[in-house]
């Protein structure tokens, strides 16, 4: 099975123009995103990986960190467009295309390498990982929002086949007697989606062709499109092992918090 990892990195983000090419640490945005889709490739020929951008300026970046990159049009409107396009353009064709965001540094190799194993294993329309939150995670998560409310997605689905049923930058569900399920367990009934989704080939080209949604417009969630037209969304809950936990990057505040999660 042929994989291909896409990163899409655009230039022109409204709020946070320029991110792929900002440091994190000292090293670039793009560069932390590229170095944990090798590891999540562990060498292996079948895995490629690319860099889908609109701007000279991020390819040449590309090419200094020795990854494959393709032009995109500026006017993708959304990532999973931008991989559309450059999937296009690929000399091979993938069976399953993992869209690893380019504003991600943070995700953990293990989580891109599950989803790859989980396609293998049971193909699907569209996978993506879920964890679930501690209530101390929980907390920080709400209180992050009070600053920056459309940092971190939540998503509901259900537990035994992983269909999806929503995602939301609001925390869902709201939490009926809280102070009674804090006291049974260590966890929140809360789960987070990290951003981060695989398709098979005929699925990405579908989700080309479909309209924005609704809710999609209004959340700012591009993989509501889907839901919104029938198709079913596979979570696969994963667990972070300690790992920090910044679901992307969003704005220069979080660049900070970032910088704080790798010290410690």
Not at 137 to 164: C, I, Q, W, Y
Request: hydrophobic content about 40%; glycine content about 6%.
């Amino acid at each position: 099975m042929e994989t291909a990892i896409i990163i899409p990195a655009r230039y022109g983000s409204t709020r946070f123009p320029g991110k792929p090419l900002a440091k994190i640490a000292g090293k670039t945005m793009l560069e932390r995103v590229v170095n944990l889709a090798r590891k999540a490739a562990q060498d292996d020929p079948s895995i490629h990986i690319i860099v889908a951008t609109d701007d000279e300026r991020i390819k040449t970046h590309a090419i200094e960190l020795n990854a494959t990159c393709v032009m995109t049009p500026v006017s993708c409107p959304t990532g999973t467009d931008r991989v559309s396009e450059a999937v296009k353009k690929l000399d091979f064709m993938p069976n399953f295309i993992l869209n690893l965001q380019g504003d991600a540094p943070m995700t953990p190799p293990a989580h891109v390498r599950v989803l790859i194993d989980s396609f293998c294993a049971q193909p699907c329309d569209l996978i993506t990982p879920v964890v679930r939150l501690s209530w101390d995670e929980l907390d920080a998560l709400r209180e992050h929002k009070k600053t920056t409310p459309f940092s971190g997605t939540t998503a509901v689905f259900n537990e035994k086949t992983g269909n999806a049923y929503w995602f939301s930058k609001n925390v869902i569900p709201a939490i009926r007697g809280e102070e009674k399920l804090r006291s049974e367990g260590a966890f929140s009934p809360i789960w987070r989606h990290i951003g981060l989704y695989g398709y098979a080939h005929p699925m990405l080209k579908a989700f080309s062709t479909l309209p924005e949604g609704h809710f999609e417009a209004l959340e700012g969630l591009e993989q509501l499109r889907l839901l919104e037209n029938g198709f079913k969304i596979r979570c696969v809950p994963v667990e972070m092992n300690g790992t920090p936990s910044l679901s992307g990057i969003d704005s220069p505040e979080d660049i900070v918090r970032a910088e704080a999660l790798i010290t410690r």
